[in-house]
């Protein structure tokens, strides 16, 4: 497994939107589940959301449904967190993480990498 490196993050007011990008180096990427994790000050890290390796299947957290879209694209080796009505209870460090093994079930993914993370800052 390669390197995940996240970009996107930034300062939004609630309500609005940004969009997170995970570029992996892995060239077998598209063989990986991948998610999109999450740590506020103070708390520990959390899930947000992953999408299987073939990309039929995704999964959320109860506090994004709705509000956020996870997506890849296996062409150019990223996965993308549409992040839709933010709120300040959003603001976090998002980090990318890809499985450590390829063509995983989706429900027996076991995140192993991890990206150094990207700033999500949402003010009221």
């Known amino acids: 497994q390669g390197q995940l490196a996240e970009s996107g993050g930034g300062l939004v007011q609630a309500g609005g939107s940004l969009s997170l990008s995970c570029v992996a180096s892995?060239?077998?990427?598209?063989?990986?589940?991948m998610g999109w994790f999450r740590q506020a000050p103070g708390k520990e890290r959390e899930f947000v959301a992953m999408i299987s390796w073939s990309g039929r299947n995704t999964r959320y957290a109860d506090s994004v449904k709705g509000r956020f879209t996870i997506s890849r694209d296996n062409g150019v080796n990223t996965v993308i967190l549409q992040m839709n009505d933010l709120k300040p209870e959003d603001t976090a460090v998002y980090y990318c993480a890809q499985d450590s093994y390829p063509e995983n079930p989706a429900a027996l993914v076991d995140f192993g990498s991890w990206g150094q993370g990207t700033q999500v800052t949402v003010s009221s």
């Open positions: 892995d060239p077998t990427f598209s063989s990986y589940n």
